[in-house]
Every structure is written in C-alpha cells, then in structure tokens.
C-alpha cells in the first residue's frame, strides 16, 4: 500500500478526497493539519502542528514541510485548497512524494480569475470586466459584482448596487475585479483528464443552493456547453486528473465562465456516488495506472448537504449479488458500511446473493465473522470464472471492488455497479 497525505485535510475537499479514497485496498490515507480542524476527527491517520502554507509562502517553507513528513514515508501528496495547488506545482521539485497537481502555468492560470479571463476570453464567453474609468466614463449601469482576483468559497464577492458602495470597495481594496452581474443560474462541471490529455469525464450539476459559497444542493443537468467549454479549456490549458468549472447564466440566458480549478470540487460526492471517483482516478493515473475509460451508472441523484451527505436515487431492485473479499471484508475486517446496507436489505426483503473467488472454505470464512445467516445464497466461483455468468436476475444491483468485474456486469447486462467507496448513495436515513 502507498502512503497518501492530504493537506489541509480538514477542507471540503480534504474530507471528500478521504470518502473516496477510505476502502481502498491500495492506498494508506494521512490527513495532514497546520491547525485543530474538523481533518482529525476523520482521518485515522493524522499528523499536526504542519508548517502554514498560503498562496505566499516560499521555496524555503515548502522545503521545511518535506522535512516534516519525511518519516511518515509518504509516496503520493494530494494538496486539498487551490493555493496550495498553486504553490506545490511551483515547487514540486522540492517535495520527494508524488504530487496530484497540474503543470504550474496551468496552476497559476486557474489561480487567477482575471488571467482565466484574458485567456479565454476569444474563445469561451467570460463576464465583462470593467475599470473605475469604464464605471466613470461609460456610465455602466447597475447593479455589479466584485471579487478577489484571487480567491475561493465566495470570500470577498459582494453584489454591488451602487456607485458609493463600489468607490468603498476599491478604497479598501483595488485589486478587487469589477464585473458584469449575473443574475441567472450557477452550474459547476466536474471533469477528468486522463495523463494522455483525453477528457475522459465531463458532467454538469445545477448549484440549486449554496452556502458560504459550498454548493450544499446539487444534482445532474444537462446542457450542450458543458461539453463545448469543457472540451475548449482541456485543449487550452494542461489539466490532469480530477478538476472542476464554473459556469453562471447571464440575463439573457448565455452561460459565462466564472472560475476553472486544478483540483476536485467538494461537492463532486455526487460524481463519485454515480461511479466516477475522481480521486482515486487522480491518483491512479499519478501512480502510473493507466486509465482509458470510465464507467458512468445511469440513474437520477440528488446530493443535499447539512454536514453530511445525504442521496435520493431512483433504482429499484429486488435482488443484491455481492463480492466478499475486500468488500465485505477489507483487511481482515468487517466493512461496517456495507454491512450496514446487507442488514437494510434484510430489512426491505431483498435477496442477498454472495458471488466470492475467496480461497479456501467460504461457508468456515463466513461463520468466523458470524455473518454464516446473512446471505441467501453462496456461489464460490473458481479463480478464473467470470461473475457477470453467475448473475440472473434483471432487478438487480452488482457490488464488487474489481473494476473488471463491475466494468463486465455494466456492459453486458446493463445493471448498476457499485464499487465499496461508492454504495454511500444506497444507504437510507
């Protein structure tokens, strides 16, 4: 198993990095802290007390922050706030683990919003910006929006109504963007790249309700431009992995680009509950496993938020096969999640049938973890025999923790395919 530390770990991006990557076989999760945040009490594996790192720290802080995480053999660094995405792609030189973060051109440009807008400006409609001359001068009319040029979670966006109101603004701050208003709907569309520059994955969610600027409701929609810009900012800049934009309806409907990011979106749990977890698939393709495909289920999902995540989904099924090895049981343990879903299907008088290669005496196996009544049927298949041959029933669901076997029950017959980090959308309140 490799070593992967999150830093900060305590952001929404650090806690969802860590429901997607928390049963994985392969890879041993650290939450990294410079300070108390909700990341300890998460993260089994924690280090404190980690040297603050900003937008403006230097090459000298990076190197102290390698030092502190020398002894805990870390392979693989997965930053989880957008400047620290910026300052480790500056200075990944300087840090031994792998590091999930894009080239630094690409890094910086997502950074910046007014360099996002002077790049793409040609090319994907941006919101107009304006200067306190154009406001002057042109007699712009009102109301407007401000920003930070840089910056992230809706800190420091503020509509403005009023001339006054602006000038106190800029007093404080003229490094502030002055923008055009847009009144219309927010979407964000979450996005991979794969490590040959093919977008493997581009879907788009409406951000029905937001809070402190964390989209807190969200659920899929479809529009033709997700494709058209995601497709245009692929070929412009050099993402790789997981990443995310952001798009808003101006009054008169034309969607207009708000932000691009190197990084997950927080709220891109809905992506992964559909099977797309993008952080594993970052750092699958950062530990050099390639990746060519993905595989997308296909049923309605709503993703509301109040400190925890909460699914609504539309799959009806009567019948559950199951893997038992590093599904059921990961690392010698039971996997509390998914016994918790077996146990909701016996309470909703679904079939429970256990398709396992396990070696050895499955039924012993069984009654060692006192589980020997769970399942309505066993099939211990051979090594080399294919699952998806064992499946009859239609209204059914596959769960198994081997991409081959879900990507083979997918295709030929058509079921939904659940992998462990990712049956969280089927548990009930």
């Not at 630094?104 to 002077?118: D, F, G």
Request: proline share 3%; charged share 30%.
């Amino acid at each position: 198993m490799k070593n992967i530390l999150v830093y900060p770990c305590g952001t929404e991006i650090g806690l969802e990095i860590h429901r997607a990557l928390k049963n994985s076989i392969h890879y041993n999760l650290y939450g990294g802290s410079s300070s108390y945040d909700h990341g300890r009490f998460v993260y089994r594996n924690h280090i404190d007390n980690l040297p603050f790192l900003t937008d403006y720290s230097t090459e000298k802080d990076v190197i102290e922050f390698n030092k502190k995480i020398e002894k805990y053999r870390i392979d693989i660094l997965y930053p989880a706030m957008d400047g620290i995405v910026t300052l480790f792609s500056k200075y990944k030189n300087c840090l031994t683990p792998t590091v999930i973060v894009p080239d630094y051109e690409t890094a910086k440009i997502t950074r910046s919003k007014r360099l996002t807008y002077e790049i793409f400006s040609n090319i994907i409609p941006v919101p107009k910006v304006y200067s306190m001359r154009d406001i002057y001068e042109k007699k712009i009319i009102f109301p407007l929006f401000v920003k930070p040029d840089v910056g992230q979670g809706a800190v420091g966006t503020k509509k403005v109504s009023t001339l006054e109101e602006l000038e106190n603004i800029k007093r404080d701050d003229d490094s502030q963007l002055i923008l055009e208003y847009l009144p219309g709907r927010e979407y964000t569309i979450d996005c991979f790249t794969n490590s040959e520059g093919e977008l493997l994955y581009c879907k788009g969610r409406d951000r029905k309700r937001i809070k402190n600027g964390i989209s807190v409701n969200t659920f899929f929609v479809e529009r033709q431009e997700f494709k058209e810009y995601a497709n245009i900012i692929n070929r412009t800049i050099k993402q790789k992995g997981g990443w995310f934009f952001q798009l808003k309806e101006a009054e008169n409907g034309e969607l207009k680009l708000l932000e691009i990011a190197s990084r997950i979106a927080g709220t891109s749990a809905l992506t992964r509950n559909i099977g797309v977890n993008l952080p594993l698939l970052s750092v699958n393709i950062f530990n050099r496993i390639p990746c060519n495909d993905v595989i997308i289920n296909d049923f309605d999902i709503e993703l509301d938020r109040a400190l925890e995540n909460k699914y609504r989904v539309n799959i009806e099924y009567d019948t559950v096969y199951i893997d038992f090895d590093d599904t059921v049981i990961i690392n010698n343990k039971i996997n509390l999640e998914v016994i918790k879903f077996l146990y909701q299907c016996i309470n909703n008088g679904k079939k429970i049938i256990l398709l396992t290669k396990h070696d050895g005496n499955v039924i012993e196996k069984l009654k060692s973890y006192r589980m020997n009544d769970v399942f309505d049927q066993v099939i211990h298949l051979g090594r080399n025999e294919k699952k998806v041959n064992y499946i009859e029933s239609k209204n059914a669901i596959f769960i198994d923790d081997s991409y081959g076997e879900r990507y083979d029950v997918k295709n030929k017959l058509g079921i939904n395919v659940f992998d462990v980090n990712n049956i969280e959308c089927l548990l009930e309140e």
